[in-house]
């Protein structure tokens, strides 16, 4: 049975709750985003120290992947029955239960448990990425892109933070005679933690549940057991996810890779990611104002020509041009960043209240596919043919997002001008 308000207690401020509900969720970003730095970090190296073998380095980002999909079902059905507090908290619990348990399997020296650990460890990540619906869910439809965007956002300072402690995260374990690269997993377990409970005390009134109490628009009102199929608008929003996932993972992981081809240091390729991350993140808000002003459907189109063009720029870049190598990932990180906020207000405006976070959960399992197949399938591409031309086509596959979103706009007014009829 749906939660309700009590009838006697009156009725909070929705816009106050709205702004302790994204102070929260900014305080819990930060601290996941410093969660998320060991798996991006060191998970591979560890791998490779503990099976002394080099060629499975990419099995954690594998495992990691695997278990952020699986989680991201789990959490969007807790959200959906539970709420938004119980739902991100359990994904940012298990991720640190997964972190200490890779401490665990270092110190052990045992890769089963390793890969177990890191299994669970991708269900951080999954609460990191979902609670920018969470911060969605009491805003108005206007305001919705904005919202999303500040949650986003607040990643970025945890993201960069955490290599930073790299280092004495490293001392730290050395002086706890751990494995030196299990540092970053004992910062992260610690993290995720805090992530958790900061949403366990804080986040109330849980904006999921108090959002199912307010007068809803007609997509959020529509019945729980509606057979319909999902609606155009919904269908693109998944299309812009995935493909600006899909796209941003194979060409961010070949890159590196290229650079070390042409001749460039491991310092070099790393202040490249290093600008691709921040161009992946801190444009959210202004990536927010946008959809909210030109709406959705302008801004797929955006998305999809910024990925063409840095699809384009990367395959044009000579290999040892550093500066337009660079250009080509900052434009990858900033139509990444438009498609995320572009696709995530799509897909909450186009569900329904009662049905929305097990639907936010499974376009998320979409997500994480997309990217590992896209990691897998650059290495395949490039190994076959080149960057370059991996680059094109990655190029070509975004730019399906714009007319996805004009077909699916066209049929969303012929069947709003039927119905008026």
């Known amino acids: ?6 009838t006697t207690t009156p009725a909070p401020a929705i816009p ?3 702004k302790r509900t994204l102070t929260v969720l900014l305080v819990s970003q930060i601290l996941s985003g410093v969660g998320l730095a060991a798996g991006v970090t060191v998970a591979g190296l560890l791998a490779g120290q503990m099976l002394h073998n080099t060629s499975l ?4 980002i594998a495992l990691l992947t695997a278990g952020s999909a699986g989680a991201a079902v789990v959490i969007g059905r807790v959200s959906q029955r539970l709420g938004r507090r119980p739902g ?6 298990t991720g640190a239960l997964g972190g200490a348990g890779v401490v665990v399997a270092a110190a ?3 890769p089963a448990l390793l890969f177990l650990s890191l299994f669970l460890y991708g269900a951080g990540t999954t609460s990191n990425l979902q609670a920018r619906y969470a911060g969605a869910d009491l805003a108005a439809p206007h305001q919705r892109a904005r919202a999303t965007s500040t949650v986003i956002v607040a990643t970025t300072a945890g993201g960069i933070a955490g290599p930073l402690l790299a280092t004495p995260a490293g001392h730290l374990a050395t002086a706890l005679r751990l494995p030196e690269l299990t540092g970053l997993f004992l910062l992260s377990t610690v993290a995720f933690t805090l992530a958790a409970l900061t949403l366990l005390v804080w986040l109330r009134p849980d904006p999921l549940l108090l959002a199912r109490t307010l007068p809803a628009t007609p997509a959020e009102g529509a019945p729980a057991n509606s057979s319909s199929r999902p609606g155009p608008g919904l269908i693109v929003g998944v299309v812009v996810l995935v493909l600006s996932q899909l796209v941003m993972v194979a060409v961010m992981t070949m ?5 070390h081809a042409h001749g460039f240091g491991t310092a070099a390729s790393g202040l490249v990611i290093a600008l691709h991350t921040g161009s992946m993140y801190l444009p ?6 946008l959809v909210d002003r030109f709406g959705a459907t302008a801004m797929s189109v955006v998305t999809a020509g910024t990925l063409l063009a840095a699809g384009v720029a990367a395959a044009l870049a000579p290999g040892h041009s550093f500066p337009l190598i660079t250009l080509a990932l900052v434009l990858l990180g900033l139509g990444w960043s438009f498609g995320l906020v572009t696709g995530t207000a799509i897909v909450t405006n186009s569900t329904s209240l009662a049905t929305r976070a097990k639907t936010q959960g499974l376009v998320d399992v979409a997500i994480a596919i997309a990217g590992a197949v896209g990691g897998l399938a650059s290495g395949i591409v490039v190994a076959f043919a080149s960057y370059p031309i991996l680059a094109v086509l990655c190029g070509i ?3 399906v997002a714009a007319p996805a979103a004009i077909v699916a706009a066209r049929k969303s007014s012929a069947r709003a001008s039927g119905s008026a009829r």
Do not use: E, K
């Open 1 to 6: 049975m749906p939660r309700t308000l009590s």
């Open 16 to 18: 106050a709750v709205q």
């Open 57 to 60: 380095t990419g099995l954690p």
């Open 88 to 93: 991100l908290a359990a994904g940012y619990l």
């Open 108 to 110: 052990l020296a045992s």
């Open 255 to 259: 890159t590196p890779i290229h650079m």
């Open 284 to 289: 959210s808000p202004l990536a927010g104002r």
């Open 397 to 399: 596959l975004a730019s």
